[in-house]
C-alpha cells in the first residue's frame, strides 16, 4: 500500500502507471530491435492496455446539496444493512462496487468532506466480487465528516490488484468528487452510508465515479 500526502499532476494518464509505460516501451522497442516481431506486436497491445487501464478522464460533478456520488467507477454488487460501521461504529448502509479490468481505477470521493480517519488494513487477496472480500482482503478506510452526515469508502484490493494508493491524510479537507486514489489492476470500493440515508443505486446498476449519484443524506 502507497499514500501520497500530496496529490500528483491530473494528467490524462494517472501518474501510478508511468513506470509501467515506461518499462513496456522499453520492451517494445528491444523486441523489435532484436526481430521478435510477435512479441513486440503482443507488447505493443500490452501498452496500450495499460494506458488504457491508468486512464484519468475529467468527471462532471453534480452540485446538488446533500448529495453522495460514487466513489468509483464499477458494477454495484450489492446495497445491504450493517450493523457495524468501520471506523465509526454504528449501523449504516454498505454499497459495494466492483471494479473490473476494464473500468477506470481513480477513486474519487463521494462527498464534501474533512478526512476524520485513514487506517490500513493487511490481508488476503480473494477474488473482489465475494462478499469476504470486504473483511479478510487488504484494504484503506477512509472516514469522511461533513455538516450533512458522515461516510466511510473503503478500497479493497483484489485478486489481482496489489497496490492500493491513497493521498489523503487525517485532517485533510476534500471536494465532492476529487480524486483521492487509486486501486491497480481490478478491485472493488465498499461505502457506508448513514443508515437513513436515501439510496438510488440498486445491485447490477453501473456507476461513473464522480458523476453517478449513489444517494443523499436524509
Given at each position: 500500500?502507497?499514500?501520497?500526502?500530496?496529490?500528483?499532476?491530473?494528467?490524462?494518464?494517472?501518474?501510478?502507471?508511468?513506470?509501467?509505460?515506461?518499462?513496456?516501451?522499453i520492451l517494445v522497442f528491444f523486441a523489435f530491435v532484436f526481430g521478435m516481431?510477435?512479441?513486440?506486436?503482443?507488447?505493443?497491445?500490452?501498452t496500450g492496455f495499460i494506458v488504457y487501464f491508468f486512464r484519468n478522464p475529467e468527471r462532471k460533478i453534480p452540485s446538488d446539496e446533500g448529495l453522495v456520488v460514487s466513489p468509483a467507477d464499477g458494477r454495484v454488487l450489492c446495497v445491504v444493512p450493517c450493523e457495524d460501521t468501520p471506523l465509526l461504529g454504528g449501523p449504516s448502509q454498505r454499497v459495494s462496487?466492483?471494479?473490473?479490468?476494464?473500468?477506470?481505477?481513480?477513486?474519487?470521493?463521494?462527498?464534501a468532506a474533512k478526512v476524520k480517519k485513514v487506517a490500513y488494513h493487511a490481508g488476503k487477496f480473494f477474488v473482489a466480487s465475494?462478499?469476504?472480500?470486504?473483511?479478510?482482503n487488504e484494504r484503506n478506510t477512509i472516514a469522511l465528516e461533513s455538516s450533512k452526515g458522515s461516510v466511510v469508502m473503503s478500497q479493497v484490493a483484489g485478486l489481482v490488484a496489489r497496490r492500493i494508493v491513497c493521498y489523503l491524510k487525517e485532517g485533510d479537507d476534500?471536494?465532492?468528487?476529487?480524486?483521492?486514489?487509486?486501486?491497480?489492476?481490478?478491485?472493488?470500493?465498499?461505502?457506508?452510508?448513514?443508515?437513513?440515508?436515501v439510496i438510488d443505486v440498486k445491485a447490477g446498476d453501473c456507476?461513473?465515479?464522480?458523476?453517478?449519484?449513489?444517494g443523499r443524506f436524509a
Open positions: 500500500m502507497s499514500a501520497y500526502h500530496i496529490k500528483p499532476p491530473q494528467l490524462p494518464i494517472a501518474v501510478e502507471g508511468f513506470p509501467f509505460i515506461s518499462v513496456s516501451l516481431t510477435w512479441l513486440g506486436t503482443f507488447l505493443t497491445l500490452l462496487i466492483f471494479l473490473s479490468v476494464f473500468n477506470v481505477h481513480i477513486n474519487r470521493s463521494p462527498i465475494l462478499d469476504k472480500a470486504c473483511v479478510h476534500i471536494a465532492r468528487g476529487d480524486r483521492l486514489g487509486l486501486i491497480r489492476f481490478g478491485s472493488r470500493v465498499d461505502l457506508f452510508l448513514p443508515a437513513n440515508a456507476l461513473k465515479g464522480g458523476a453517478s449519484i449513489i
